[in-house]
């Protein structure tokens, strides 16, 4: 698992570094720990931005005193928010910036774990997307909602989406659905290479 760690001060995510490379995480950093947090290493050139090059599953965020604005060392949770990576808060994180975003909260516990379970899990804003997108297709196509589901897991490859409680569609108005769906995911996250789409036994590949 790649991990972007950031922090609201200096050395403040030693110790969740610690956690989640002895686990066998791979960490980057935004910032160099001996440098001003302005410029981050992509602009200084030092190396490619850790969200292009290699690519980030899950960005956390450590946090040494609670506050309802960012830190100037926070300055890539933005950058990881708009590629939509899921995000994990930890620290003293009661009152954070993030409360609308954060895919998880850790204020005193078990960070890497808290990061492991994000990128496993369906992930909340693409399943949210996804179930308004699969209502509003089969309403109009189908005359109703009941019963239909959407969840949607992130990776390397792209995106998986699962859509339950279809069965009793014709195979050409599913697929009608699930190219909606398609849609309304890539409006909401242009980074995304691939999706998968599965219903039943079929699988759809957009």
Known sequence: MDVLVLETEPNAADK???????????????????????PCRALEGQRPCPLADPGIDVAVTVRVNPGTLP??????????????????VAGRATVNPYEDWADD??????VAGACERVVTAPVRSHTHVAQLALRDALRRR??????????VWRDRR????????????????RGLVAAEVAAALRDFDAHTSRIDISFG???RHV
Request: glycine letters at 10%; hydrophobic letters at 35%; aromatic letters at 2%.
């Open 16 to 38: 969740v570094v610690d956690q989640l490379t002895d686990r066998g995480h791979r960490v980057s950093r935004c910032h160099s720990t001996e440098r001003p947090a302005f």
């Open 71 to 88: 830190s100037l060392g926070e300055d890539g949770v933005a950058c990881a928010l708009r590629a939509r990576v899921p995000l994990v």
């Open 105 to 110: 909260v850790v204020e005193d516990g078990d």
């Open 142 to 151: 189908a005359g109703s909602a009941s019963g239909a589901e959407a969840a």
């Open 158 to 173: 792209g995106l998986k989406v699962q859509l339950d409680g279809l069965d009793d569609l014709d195979q050409s108005v």
């Open 201 to 203: 036994e079929t699988d």
